[in-house]
């Protein structure tokens, strides 16, 4: 029996939409029983007028969609169409034993009553497949290799030795305090440009630089110059001027949800009140507060990020507000000529500021990529004319459960995949920002409990489609707590004595596989599932050329792997014995296939 309630579909977002000017993506949604799903389409207007038919039945094709994918609870079906005068007109044929049903717009009606009163049901559509409506992001995020820096502490340049009030820079084991001053900046950072092409990277996101009173930067002062703690506006042009003779690309952190205390507008607020020019700019609900920080915020007498009085909400409906910080990011890429932007709480701040800032910042280069800090599901951001991607916090969050969960089986993380990859576009898939771990969050070493078990999760990350970051310091395995210990200082000592060679040189392996191996990348994928080997994980991805099988071993025991190895040539491996085709516990083997 089908199960009518868990099918769906709609003719737009994820469901139906076009991958480029000329394929067309269908989806569709049903319960595990379905067995067969066909698709009935043909133009809206084909009415049989062209072969002067005098029954005008509309003409249409029915095609068997064959791919699918497991979700928790349902299966993904999907079709690539490619419609001849770029419009659509489809129903659904679904079966499973005896039961046929017809799905269109009107709803669901068995196969016998659509055919005897076709006419009566109204079919799903696609209107057309409009250029300008394509979700098209940067084609460079696709291969780009990112390399996320907290710049206060990353690495000290020339002129931080002048600072006042710096401690020492620490070893990698210090924990490190909010308040503590390193002296990293952006000549330290320019400084090792070198290194960081050296390791593969191929994108730098920075955490904020601008004017601030913190040391995370994320109460903006002034968002025109940048803060003294990390150097001046000619470092950064200096920094941008290097990455770029590496062919590395940069990305700002911009925060847009909320200004810092000392910013100017929020002054002339606390100075004037109701009567300051820019009382519009926030969100003031009790003109009444204190004119310093306290408990304004979780009181709600003004709104902030979270309930942070010295962060005040920015009003981004105002037309003015979006002004000023749309024009701040473009005297970022005309003065320092960046590539890119992360929105920081991305998901607070209107969809016009997204939108206008977008059309803006693809105004000045094309391919500018943008993305948004959200943890959550983000379609209504990512329909083409806002962001490009998020970053992945939904893939990081599926990699962890299945590697540290030992009740998590292959076949339940297929399916956390799985509803990741279907969340949104293919070829937004293709750009998501994905990451293990951030300045949000505790470091991927600390909360894997060893670096083979962090080496196995950066491993199936690099295996995803979209764009793979590591956190600075990463690379060598830092640990780090929640915030603010997950910040500690690079550990430059270790790392330029040699002590860190053997793991800088795996991870440089991985980042060379991803670059050099189209398949790493690639949408399309398949899981094997081994009987009696829950936790091993077997997936199989191909480019349209190449064919590669990626197996990590999360069972806790040695495994025999030697009947998945026939005809393949080893690309990466940690813990394979290749006498005894075994991988151990925590390993991880990448192969290419038909050899």
């Not at 050296?198 to 002062?221: A, E, F, M, R």
């Not at 005297?331 to 206008?356: Q, S, T």
């Amino acid at each position: 029996m089908i199960h009518l309630n868990a099918i769906e579909h709609h003719a737009f977002d994820n469901y139906c939409y076009p991958l480029d000017k000329d394929n067309l993506i269908i989806n569709l949604r049903t319960g595990k029983e379905v067995e067969k799903v066909f698709l009935l389409w043909g133009d809206p207007f084909d009415w049989g007028l062209s072969n002067n038919a005098s029954n005008y039945t509309w003409q249409y094709t029915s095609v068997e969609v064959t791919e699918k994918k497991e979700l928790q609870n349902h299966l993904w079906w999907t079709i690539k169409l490619q419609p001849k005068f770029k419009r659509c007109k489809y129903f659904f044929n679904i079966k499973a034993g005896d039961d046929s049903y017809i799905y269109g717009e009107s709803g669901l009606v068995c196969e016998e009553d659509f055919h005897r009163a076709e006419d009566e049901y109204y079919p799903f559509i696609f209107p057309w497949m409009n250029q300008n409506d394509i979700c098209n992001p940067p084609k460079w995020a696709e291969n780009t290799v990112w390399y996320q820096i907290f710049p206060s502490r990353f690495r000290k340049g020339p002129i931080a030795d002048k600072k006042e009030g710096l401690s020492p820079w620490p070893d990698r084991d210090t924990v490190v305090t909010n308040e503590q001053k390193f002296g990293g900046n952006l000549g330290g950072i320019t400084e090792k440009m070198s290194y960081l092409a050296d390791l593969g990277i191929t994108g730098i996101y920075l955490n904020p630089v601008n004017c601030s009173t913190t040391q995370h930067k994320y109460d903006t002062t002034d968002y025109f110059d940048i803060d003294p703690d990390f150097g001046t506006k000619e470092d950064m042009k200096k920094l941008v001027a290097e990455a770029h003779k590496y062919g590395i690309r940069i990305m700002l952190d911009g925060v847009f949800n909320h200004s810092g205390w000392e910013f100017f507008a929020w002054q002339d607020v606390l100075k004037n009140r109701q009567n300051s020019k820019y009382a519009d700019w926030y969100m003031v609900n009790d003109w009444s507060f204190p004119g310093k920080p306290g408990h304004n915020a979780d009181e709600g007498k003004f709104f902030a990020f979270a309930y942070c009085d010295y962060m005040p909400k920015f009003n981004t409906n105002n037309p003015e507000v979006r002004k000023y910080l749309i024009d701040a990011c473009e005297f970022w890429v005309k003065e320092y000529d960046i590539d890119a932007l992360r929105l920081d709480v991305a998901n607070e701040v209107c969809h016009d500021f997204c939108r206008e800032l977008q059309t803006r910042m693809r105004g000045l280069k094309n391919d500018f990529y943008i993305i948004g800090e959200i943890w959550h599901n983000s379609i209504p951001w990512l329909r083409g004319n806002e962001f490009d991607a998020i970053m992945n916090y939904p893939l990081q969050n599926a990699i962890y459960n299945f590697a540290l969960d030992k009740e998590r089986t292959s076949h339940s993380f297929e399916q956390d995949v799985n509803r990741c990859l279907t969340d949104y576009f293919q070829q937004t898939q293709k750009v998501m920002f994905n990451l293990m771990d951030s300045h949000d969050t505790m470091r991927l070493v600390t909360k894997a409990g060893s670096r083979n078990k962090a080496l196995q999760m950066l491993a199936v990350m690099f295996a995803m489609p979209g764009s793979p970051c590591i956190y600075y310091g990463t690379e060598v395995f830092l640990e780090g707590g929640k915030d603010p210990d997950c910040r500690r200082c690079m550990p430059w000592k270790d790392i330029e004595s040699g002590k860190c060679d053997e793991e800088m040189d795996i991870i440089k392996q991985l980042i060379y596989l991803r670059k050099t191996n189209t398949a790493m990348s690639s949408y399309e994928m398949s899981f094997e599932h081994i009987e009696g080997k829950d936790r091993l994980l077997c997936l199989k991805k191909n480019d349209g050329e190449n064919n590669i099988l990626i197996i990590v071993n999360f069972s806790g025991k040695q495994e025999e792997v030697s009947n998945l190895l026939d005809g393949t040539k080893v690309l990466f491996k940690n813990g394979f014995n290749a006498q005894t085709r075994t991988l151990d516990s925590d390993g991880i083997l990448i192969a290419q296939s038909g050899f």
